[in-house]
DNA sequence: GCAAAATTTGCGGGTTCCCGCAAGACAAGA
DNA sequence: TCTTGTCTTGCGGGAACCCGCAAATTTTGC
């Protein structure tokens, strides 16, 4: 049995190391990669299928890397290991998760203990551990509570990257209006009307307040912006 | 000798620990801190007068922390010890340096022999060291090639927290019209106009389209838009 | 102290955004 | 089939944004 870990930092990669050799005693040979990148590689060359991913590498990121392996073969077991658990990364690593794969989502901060069923769970168990915050943020995401469905979400994003209404319109394949509807749920979730009586009336740009606060709630994250600006320009050179 | 480390990432701590005892055999005590509130009140019991402090904390963020100790004792000696250089974490540490104030600035990725050189050079040689690859983005920052100037950045934060021409012209008092050419500006500077030939015009909303540049560009974080919120919500509630 | 340079301000207009209203489109269920 | 609910689309208008132009003001350099 091989597994492979891809994380940037060496000091988590040794620890990470360590903790597969003892939760793992039936795995004979453990390799490293340094970004998703090489990670991307390495999983294609050693053909390993039990991974263990950093979410939020410089180079390439966890998700875009895990989503090139899982085409390649779906039935590659990844255990995402990360520091964060904002809501735009859960719902990152929800959109590109294959029908029927098996993965876990852990955080640094969980114990020894906890990390050593994750990667008995997830790599010889066959199941799919989330640790407890995650689930957290994944149920609030789904539920609807105040949760952005994908339609929402996406649309989000196209403002996001700064995207007039006419041209989101065009890529969407709708009408000016359904798009300003959308909008308007939107802003609707994300709470961005003013509450009346702080302040003058008229002291928020809805379009650009909505994203603010999705980004300061995490809805919204750095890393989701440059997947969708990528995206942007692959479709635009085509 | 005292050193007093602050820093979330456990394994980083302890890392820390170590070189510190190594590169300093004059250091007596090391303190720990899990986060930037428990730092600064370690930093005042102790009365520590060198520091190493993580940029990107949850509960409380480096510089928020660094800037309370330093307003307490101005002559502190701090290490920055940060995952990233995004041009809006310099420029965050950059706002609260004291005059005179010793300080340096490293990444985590330097080797052990440049964190040594600059925990010596800090706090017993009162040098500042600033890494290399910082000190680039410091330069870019400042030279008016296509930084930006204080006066820009500012009103590149009131904009991406939401608010409108309006508000911002009453909270920076300046009229309308001038907002709006700072904002000009702004999109000059961050190449907000688009290619000619890219598609059809009208492609972008300008005001939406800097932040998400800026963003990308790593002008702008996640951090700094939390702390204009804060300002914003505490110049309100006054 | 004065002239040049940079900033600030007002005006006017074209465009985009924000949204209420109401008429179609489509699916599920009685 | 008819109702009910959800989603989409068009129309219209008020508000905000983007910006060229030119006068007023402040800053800078000598």
């Known amino acids: 049995m091989k597994v492979l870990i891809v994380e940037d930092d060496p000091l988590h990669r040794s620890y990470l190391h360590e903790a597969v050799r003892a939760a793992l005693p039936e795995c004979d040979t453990v390799l490293e990669a340094e970004n998703g990148h090489t990670g991307e590689v390495q999983a294609r060359q050693s053909r390993a299928e039990h991974v263990v ?16 392996i899982w085409r390649e073969r779906p039935d590659t077991k990844i255990l995402f290991w990360s520091n964060y658990s904002d809501e735009a990364y859960v719902r ?62 996406e649309i989000l994003v196209d403002v996001a990257l700064g995207l007039t209404d006419k041209a989101i319109a065009q890529r969407k394949k709708l009408s000016l209006r359904s798009v300003q509807n ?36 995490k809805v919204l994250n750095a890393s989701a912006l440059e997947r969708g600006e990528r995206e942007l320009r692959s479709a635009r050179g085509n």
Chains 1, 2 share one sequence.
């Open 53 to 68: 991913m950093d979410l939020q590498m410089s180079e390439r990121n966890g998700i875009e890397a895990a989503r090139t």
């Open 92 to 153: 990152g690593v929800a959109r590109i998760v294959p029908e029927g794969a098996t993965y876990g989502y852990v955080l640094k901060s969980t114990s020894d203990e906890r990390l050593k069923l994750a990667l008995r769970g997830v790599f010889i168990e066959s199941q799919c551990v989330i640790d407890r915050e995650v689930r957290g943020i994944q149920q609030k995401s789904l539920g609807t509570a105040h949760g952005l469905s994908d339609a929402e979400y």
């Open 182 to 217: 959308r909008l308007q749920q939107l802003y609707e979730k994300l709470d961005v009307y003013e509450d009346p009586g702080n302040g003058p009336e008229g002291w928020y740009n809805l379009r650009m307040r909505a994203v603010a606060v999705a980004l300061l709630r």
